[in-house]
């Protein structure tokens, strides 16, 4: 069983700036490409970005490009997704997930993810 926790979210103004955390369980880390995806009210889940398993290649949903990051520490078992220039339609909840099959690509269904977190919630007001 692989274990997701993310933290980090909070009510924030527009042009504000959040680092959201996500930390895995267990020692097999490094094994998980991970993702970020969040669903607003009314919306279905959405990926937001992606990272592969040694942090090397990212990829990011167009409209995040340019003000979200994501990167890992595989020695702390954690992955971030730095958002900055926050936007009302930013306000979502934001959930950590784990895709354990070797894939040569970052995979944005969320089908393709085996383990989630519970989500943590980001709201950006205007």
């Known amino acids: 069983q692989v274990q997701l926790v993310e933290s980090g979210g909070g009510l924030v103004q527009t042009g504000s700036s959040l680092r959201l955390s996500c930390a895995a369980s267990?020692?097999?880390?490094?094994?998980?490409?991970m993702g970020w995806f969040r669903q607003a009210p009314g919306k279905e889940r959405e990926f937001v970005a992606g990272i592969s398993r040694g942090g090397s290649n990212t990829y990011y949903t167009d409209s995040v490009k340019g003000r979200f990051a994501i990167s890992r520490d595989n020695a702390k078992n954690t992955v971030y997704l730095q958002m900055n220039s926050l936007k009302p339609e930013d306000t979502a909840v934001y959930y950590c997930?784990?895709?354990?099959?070797?894939?040569?690509?970052?995979?944005?269904?969320?089908?393709?993810?085996?383990?989630w977190g519970q989500g943590t919630q980001v709201t950006v007001s205007s």
């Open positions: 997930a784990a895709d354990q099959q070797r894939a040569w690509v970052i995979r944005t269904t969320s089908d393709s993810y085996d383990y």
């Open positions: 267990g020692r097999t880390f490094s094994s998980y490409a």
